[in-house]
């Protein structure tokens, strides 16, 4: 009759445990498997599991494996107000789409707005986000200028008065 008395593992071999110092006939005995001299030959020693005793650590060569989002990270083209200044006419809609039909941009899923350079045509600017700077000549210049929201709306940020 099986009893919580004699359950028996028997999945995996039973390992004895290994009893060192126990005299030259038994293969540990005198230094007990720690070698000669040093510090992990003495008690009290803990030996960091990754340390090879000065060497470059073989975890360390190894390429980093895992997870990142730079895979999934939606990247923005960007244009500076001078460059809009020079491409595009006064009345015009300067969007993704528009400057892609220049050859501008590429497939991007954004576009970002920098602050470089003079504006001085009246255009209408569609844009993801925009810089500081761009947003304060925009401003001066009283300039239409919409954020383009994930969905496709446009929120109107401009200062036309």
Sequence with gaps: MISLSNLQDESRPYKRRKRVGRGPGSGLGKTCGRGEKGAGSRSGYK???TYEGGQFRTFMKI???GFSNVRFQRKCDVVNLGQINEMFEDG???DLEALRSKG???PAYGLKV???GELTKKVSIHADHYSKS???KIKQAKLSCK???RDGSLVDIGAEE
């Design 47 to 49: 030996r960091r599991l």
């Design 63 to 65: 390429p980093q494996r």
């Design 92 to 94: 015009d809609i300067v």
């Design 104 to 106: 501008f941009v590429g």
């Design 114 to 116: 920098l602050g470089d």
């Design 134 to 136: 761009a947003l304060l």
């Design 147 to 149: 954020i383009v929201q």
